[in-house]
């Protein structure tokens, strides 16, 4: 087992100075153009799903919710679950079979009224092991996600908050579940405080500043503790001319790495933007950067950029910007399609990271954002639309926060290109969801002194899908069939490996607030360093209160 220690927050060096910078990004815009305008001319009829036929497909389970707002809701629930592994500590030669239970209670808050609007969910997992492969572990999971309206419409609090199990290492062992004996995991809590201020300065321009402060924790003393502070000022505001707007943003970061240095960039920015038409729009800037990414001291730059914004109608969105930094070209790219049944999002994104995109995450998942934009049209009230999705979501026995790539922890500031194709097919008893992402990373500050993945690599690439396959037997039995394919690539041929998992899965409801499930899941790993399999049976009872 890895050591555990206690850590101390650093709180790192203020921000100085101010950055101005505007869009940010690359990507062939004439390309993503005319993709999304024949994905436009495709597309069905507006009209989505019926309400009646969503809420039909949703009633298993749990029936979704249509209520109006109702403010402040708290629901406690108690999970069981027993797992049979026949390869406990993952090992290619010494097997060893085990029975794993687990208790978890947890806590959902959730507030769609008033002043404060976001969730909370809370658990933990107290877990035994029955041959004692392992001392009994306690493991925190938590996902957050709020605004606080401190002055009506002006002034503002954002906080987000995620613990969970994170892989140390993209080059060791992968496990494929928390509960596994494996070296290659610990916990990892991450946490950020924004408040900000918003508003008009007469009628010559909007405002908007903000001051964000992050840490990342780990359980592990294998990997670095990273502190962030960020501040920045932006202003935007019209012209003489109606369909020409001015903007302007200044920027100042500080990250600091408990086991590397710490880094310090400022940046500012002017740009201008023009609507060719109602629904697209284009943007430039020009500035000016400065950091000690690559250097001990401080070094300036030359920065400027393009960005396009297309929203064809409602069912068809494109964005993009690239922005040539210090480091190379930056860029963004967005693109959404809904139709009837469907809904399609790519996304392709590169620029300096501190921390793996999933370790500080915070959200519902991927197949929860796919479906909450499906049902836009259905229940456009997004409170009502939320329990409207987690209803489908347990009806359908779909997990709302199935990802592909594993995140690895990193001791210093990299740069990261990701992209991500997912798409959700809704039938009348069948849902089947597809994710498919690849990221390419580097160490950008290559004078720091902490180790990681990138010691050892100089570059490291994972890609990888995961499909799902949700059907309702009846109305009462649902059944969930998961594949799901990572493979891991470093400069060297050895540092290879890749992860394939299938899973099946069988669910019921056992009353309007309980439910049953049971599920048969098979792993195999490979890698010259190691490989193992795995097979896996396990049955779980969930109880609201």
Not at 260 to 286: C, D, E, F, I
Not at 330 to 356: C, F, I, N, Q
Not at 404 to 413: I, K
Request: proline fraction near 3%; charged fraction near 15%.
């Amino acid at each position: 087992m890895m050591g555990v220690r206690r850590t101390t927050a650093r709180s790192g060096v203020p921000p100085f100075g101010l950055q101005w910078s505007l869009w940010q990004t690359r990507a062939p815009l004439l390309g993503c153009l005319l993709l999304s305008s024949a994905l436009a001319q495709a597309q069905d009829s507006p009209a989505m799903f019926e309400a009646t036929e969503v809420t039909e497909t949703a009633e298993a389970g749990l029936q979704a919710e249509r209520a109006p707002r109702v403010g402040l809701r708290v629901v406690p629930s108690l999970t069981l679950a027993q797992t049979f592994t026949d390869n406990v500590r993952l090992s290619a030669t010494n097997k060893q079979s085990e029975q794993v239970s687990v208790l978890n209670p947890a806590l959902r808050v959730s507030s769609d009224a008033g002043r404060l609007r976001g969730f909370l969910d809370y658990g933990f997992n107290e877990v035994f092991y029955a041959q004692d492969t392992s001392p009994r572990q306690t493991q925190h999971a938590m996902n957050s996600l709020a605004t606080l309206e401190l002055v009506n419409q002006r002034v503002f609090v954002d906080f987000s908050g995620k613990i969970s199990q994170q892989t140390i290492s993209a080059l060791g062992t992968q496990p494929s579940r928390s509960t596994a004996v494996a070296d290659n995991q610990t916990e990892v809590s991450s946490y950020r405080l924004t408040p900000y201020l918003r508003g008009q300065f007469m009628d010559l321009a909007s405002y908007e500043a903000r001051y964000s402060h992050s840490l990342t924790q780990s359980r592990s003393s294998a990997v670095s503790d990273v502190s962030t502070d960020d501040a920045s000022l932006a202003l935007s505001g019209a012209t003489a001319f109606s369909q020409l707007g001015w903007s302007a943003q200044a920027s100042a970061q500080g990250v600091d790495y408990e086991q590397g240095r710490s880094t310090r960039s400022s940046a500012q920015s002017l740009g201008l933007s023009y609507a060719l038409m109602p629904q697209l729009s284009a943007s430039a800037n020009v500035g000016r950067e400065s950091n000690n990414y690559t250097s001990l001291n401080q070094q300036s730059y030359t920065t400027h950029g393009v960005g396009l914004n297309w929203a064809a109608s409602e069912m068809t969105r494109l964005s993009a910007s690239r922005q040539n930094r210090s480091f190379g070209v930056a860029h963004s790219v967005s693109l959404e399609h809904r139709t009837g049944r469907t809904v399609w999002k790519y996304t392709d994104s590169k620029d300096v990271v501190s921390t793996p995109s999933q370790v500080a995450q915070v959200g519902l998942g991927s197949i929860y954002d796919l479906l909450f934009s499906q049902f836009a049209t259905v229940q456009p009230d997004p409170a009502a639309r939320a329990r409207l999705v987690n209803g489908f979501l347990q009806a359908n026995n779909l997990s709302p926060d199935a990802t592909v790539t594993r995140s690895f922890l990193t001791a210093a500031l990299s740069v990261q290109r990701r992209q991500d194709l997912s798409l959700a097919l809704l039938g009348q008893r069948s849902t089947v969801t597809l994710l498919v992402s690849r990221s390419e990373g580097r160490r950008l500050d290559t004078l720091t002194s902490g180790t990681d993945d990138f010691s050892s690599s100089a570059q490291l690439v994972q890609q990888g899908f995961s499909v799902n396959l949700a059907h309702r037997l009846t109305p009462d039995y649902s059944a969930a069939l998961a594949l799901s394919r990572v493979n891991t690539s470093g400069a060297l041929s050895a540092q290879d490996s890749s992860l394939r998992s299938m899973s099946l899965s069988l669910a019921t409801p056992l009353g309007q607030r309980s439910a049953a499930s049971v599920g048969v899941n098979r792993v195999r790993f490979s890698s010259a360093a190691s490989s193992y399999t795995e097979n896996v049976l396990t049955a779980n009872l969930t109880v609201q209160f």
